[in-house]
């Protein structure tokens, strides 16, 4: 199994802080955020690892990863969504399964349920519990399998957000290809996922406790 992070973004809604530098590489307790998930990765089980980044961040994530292992850089020419950035990435995903991890989130469980979770069905998303799901892409889920992604909803099925960790097989890169951007001007990955429900395939569910962009650091695996 292939791991991929994405870090191509500059993270502007952290400015002044990430004015100089991209907010994967800011540090946490000590530690850069990208080499936090670099760990994460390698705690799953996972050595071969791509990080998706741009022309502007890339030098500034190597120094921010040196002393993580062999590392493979993959340019995201133009910010075009989190879609664009894996399909970025398909050559060096090699038509392998990809443990996927959005790089601007920490996360206190372990990844390796998700790559477990991954054999006999298409693909696993985390999610978590909060208290606001109308403020990120929720997650319908009927007995543990994903029925629907629902970005933003103002009535919420669910309280299950995306975390921003997923896992798939290389066939959802197919379907990730023939996606249309969204109302964003954006490839969504996470929309790779409703096509291959339509199309009758099966996702699971991996549940987090995720800090970051997930704020509340109480559900259970």
Known sequence: MKGLILAAGRGSRLLPISATRPKHALPIAGVPI??????????????????????SSETDLRDATQGGG???????????????????????????????YLGDNLFEDSLRPVALGLP?????????????????????????????????????????????????????????????PSERGEIEFPQALTSVLAAGGASGRWNSRASGRMPEPRQTC
Not at 34 to 55: N, W
Not at 71 to 97: K, M, N, S, Y
């Open 34 to 55: 990208i080499r936090r998930a670099v760990r994460a990765l390698h705690e799953a089980g996972i050595q071969d690892i791509g990080i998706v980044t741009s022309r």
């Open 70 to 100: 062999h590392l493979t850089f993959i340019l995201q020419p133009e910010a075009l969504g989190t879609g664009d950035a894996v399909l970025c990435a398909r050559d060096f995903l090699d038509g392998q399964p990809t443990l996927l």
């Open 120 to 180: 006999g069905t298409d693909a696993v998303i985390g999610v978590k519990q909060v208290a606001n799901p109308q403020a990120y892409g929720v997650a319908v889920v009927d007995k543990g399998q994903l029925r629907r992604l629902v970005e933003k909803p103002r009535q919420p099925e669910s309280n299950l957000a995306a975390c921003g960790v997923f896992a798939f097989q290389p066939q959802v890169l197919d379907h990730l290809a023939e996606l249309a």
